[in-house]
């Protein structure tokens, strides 16, 4: 029990390339890129992301770059986990947060280190299953998880304060409109290909205001659940 107690603390902490000096040169790296909610930079520092990735991959955990995950699907980059956190977050504190595409789980962490409960969405079943090992080991106890097909949202725990999509549709879906919270801000990518906008809804009674963030690259939100 002690052995497994100290390989688990190591296994968090990192060493070399995932180690703490090089979580805090990435921190550095996206307060110059523009990130500047502090809470957002610290919870990025501390969030593990090395344990998010294949062995083989996790001395590449810190670098700035979205890294492949399995079933076609990749973990983000950290400045686009950050900025999708940040615009979340910028209209003050959110209790409940649904997020489209559990992916590695990292955002996952990042977001229920932020907010108050997050409601997670994935289609695949073997991305879930690990994801759900990987935040275990991190105790958090406030995320709860659904496979299923994230275009339909999860219903049951609406309204949300705030939804992130993690994969890119050629619309925004009706139904994750219809279980955003009254003055709540949906962030999500829209496009195809090489267009694609990170775009920001923001929800005022039955109005939805959008604003286009950026350009970005995201795989697809696609149908259906595997």
Known sequence: MAKDMIWRSERLSGIGMTSQRTRTRLVN???????????VLEVIESV?????????????????????IGF???????????????????????????????????????LASLVGEVFTVERIAALL?????????????????????????????????GIIVTAAGTQVPDSLL??????????????????QQLRLISREGDQFNEEVLDAVRFVPLLEGKQ
Not at 29 to 39: A, C, D, M, V
């Open 129 to 161: 299953n690990r994801a759900m090992i990987c935040l275990g080991e991190l105790g958090l106890a406030n995320i709860q998880f659904h496979h299923s097909d994230g275009i339909l949202g999860w219903q049951e725990h609406a309204p949300y304060d």
């Open 29 to 39: 790296l996206l307060r110059g890129e523009g990130i500047s909610n502090e809470r």
């Open 72 to 110: 076609g699907q990749t973990i983000s980059q950290p400045y686009i986990v950050a900025k999708m956190t940040e615009v979340l977050l910028a209209a003050g504190p959110c209790q409940r947060v649904l997020e489209i595409g559990t992916g590695s789980g990292y955002q996952t962490a990042v």
């Open 178 to 195: 219809r279980q955003l919270a009254d003055k709540g801000r949906m962030v999500l990518p829209v496009g195809v290909d090489d267009f």
């Open 48 to 68: 593990p992301r090395h344990i998010f990735l294949d062995e083989a991959l996790a001395s590449r955990a810190y670098e700035n770059v979205a890294l492949p």
